[in-house]
């Protein structure tokens, strides 16, 4: 079974807090749960303890992979967890030709991916490569330099690319590799919780093949049928990329099913309860009882 988590807003929408609790919930009640973010990257400038994660696994590792592996019990691999997660970081206005330039390179996450992480499954070959791009290192202060260079120090399989590079396998052009992994975990576990990038509506081809969506908004998550999902998925894309395909775009063409209630959290690594997540837990059941 798959369920897949996308946010209606661009940002901070609360798919990973959504994710993990439903992981957790599911964990409680006897199930193989597991969680599988595709694509991923964390701002360096807002949580600068990536870097010593990062440094301590010996790879790149991104705060949203991070949190789903450890509501996955640590039962695979961070990176087969994460396929591809990057960090992202602040650049300097004079490192470009204009402040148009540089307003335009804040909202193109492939010109601020100064380091990146592919993990190539199948897993009988797994190895991670990690992705230098120079573009974007000429873009940072000293200090920063100096930390990403750190922390190079200590990485493995290291290739320079470019803002192109970047661009291509975040367009979708590591679709194929990522859902390699995808698979092995389907193949491995009862349930699969796939947490979507920003509001994507599918990180990848195999994504949109689901049993449940689920669209994050803060204080509401809504259900839609995965059938219906993917079927307007289907109909928005004409290039078979879905992850062009925004998740406010899908809302109107699908009817969801029912709406939860989501409180606002205070905690560190805040999970909703299963009270919360009652309803949506009840209806999961059902699906899996079904012949």
Same mark, same amino acid.
């Given at each position: ?8 807003? @661009? ?6 807090? %959504?994710?993990? &609790? %439903? ?20 701002? +360096?400038?807002?949580?600068? @303890? ?50 148009? &330039? ?15 992480? +592919? ?51 975040? &367009? ?17 576990? @009862? ?15 195999? &994504? ?27 109909? +928005? ?42 309803? %949506? +837990? @009840? ?9």
């Amino acid at each position: 079974m798959k369920i897949l988590v996308s946010g209606l807003l @661009e940002e901070n929408s609360g798919k990973t807090v %959504l994710a993990s &609790s %439903l992981i957790n919930s599911l964990t409680s009640q006897g199930y193989d749960a597991i969680g599988f973010k595709p694509l991923g990257a964390t701002e +360096l400038w807002q949580h600068p @303890e990536a870097l010593s994660e990062s440094k301590k696994y010996k790879m790149v590792v991104t705060n949203d992979s991070l949190i789903l592996h450890k509501f996955s019990r640590e039962k695979e691999p961070i990176s087969i967890i994460n396929p591809f997660g990057g960090l992202l970081v602040p650049i300097l206005p004079e490192k470009l030709r204009n402040l148009s &330039s540089f307003n335009n390179a804040l909202y193109m996450p492939n010109m601020r991916l100064a380091i990146s992480r +592919l993990t190539i499954c199948p897993i009988s070959s797994v190895h991670n490569l990690h992705l230098i791009n120079m573009n974007a290192m000429d873009r940072i202060s000293k200090n920063m330099e100096y930390e990403l260079l750190d922390l190079i120090s200590v990485l493995g399989n290291i290739a320079k690319v470019d803002d192109d590079y970047i661009l291509n396998i975040i &367009s979708g052009g590591a679709s194929g590799e990522i859902d390699k992994c995808l698979s092995y975990l389907e193949g491995r576990h @009862e349930i699969v919780v796939i947490e979507s990038n920003s509001n994507v509506a599918s990180p990848t081809s195999l &994504s949109s093949i689901v049993d449940l969506a689920i669209v994050v908004t803060p204080g509401e998550a809504m259900i839609i049928d995965g059938n219906r999902y993917r079927k307007a998925i289907e109909l +928005l894309t004409s290039n078979g990329k879905p992850w062009m395909i925004k998740t406010q775009e899908i809302i109107q063409l699908t009817n969801y099913m029912f709406s939860i209630d989501l409180p606002l959290l205070e905690d560190q690594l805040p999970v909703y309860n299963n009270d919360i997540l009652n309803y %949506l +837990l @009840e209806y999961i059941k059902e699906i899996k009882q079904k012949p």
